[in-house]
């Protein structure tokens, strides 16, 4: 380690900033490790309530659409005039939910007709299915 010899006093121009370091790694693991142990150490008294009604029976039906424009009701081919009285039937007895299955084949307006008739039947709960690649 050389000393620096000159007469002349010059203020110190470097600020070392490893203690500065240290000291904000250690605050850091202390923040890491006591972090989830306070999410979990707060006490709390659940209400105690009486039992709650049972959900709504919800009841799932397939819709299918082949590559020629057909539309079948968990496999059974029928027509899309009876589509709609089919599904206000299944729907009154419970919540109604529609997987739709349609041929890629099939022009997307044969696959909005169905969706606009199964939403005229009060299906509020529709998902399209399809395949992974």
């Given amino acids: 380690m050389a000393f620096n010899t000159s007469s002349g006093q010059q203020a110190m121009s470097e600020i070392n900033v490893t203690p500065l370091v240290d000291v904000m790694l250690v605050l850091l693991v202390i923040f890491i490790v006591t972090a989830p142990l306070l999410m979990q150490a ?16 919800s009841k799932s039906v397939q819709v299918s659409i082949d590559a020629k424009g057909l ?3 968990d496999q059974r081919l029928i027509h ?15 919540d109604l939910s529609v997987q739709l299955h349609a041929d890629e084949a099939v022009p997307y307006g044969r ?9 005229r039947a009060g299906v509020a709960k529709m998902a399209f299915v ?3 690649r």
């Fill in 71 to 73: 539309v079948y009701l």
């Fill in 42 to 57: 707060v006490p709390v008294n659940l209400p105690k309530t009486g039992a709650a009604a049972p959900l709504k029976k």
């Fill in 111 to 119: 696959v909005a007709t169905v969706m606009a008739i199964a939403s």
């Fill in 80 to 94: 899309a005039e009876l589509l709609e009285p089919e599904l206000k039937r299944m729907q009154a007895d419970s």
């Fill in 130 to 132: 399809t395949v992974p």
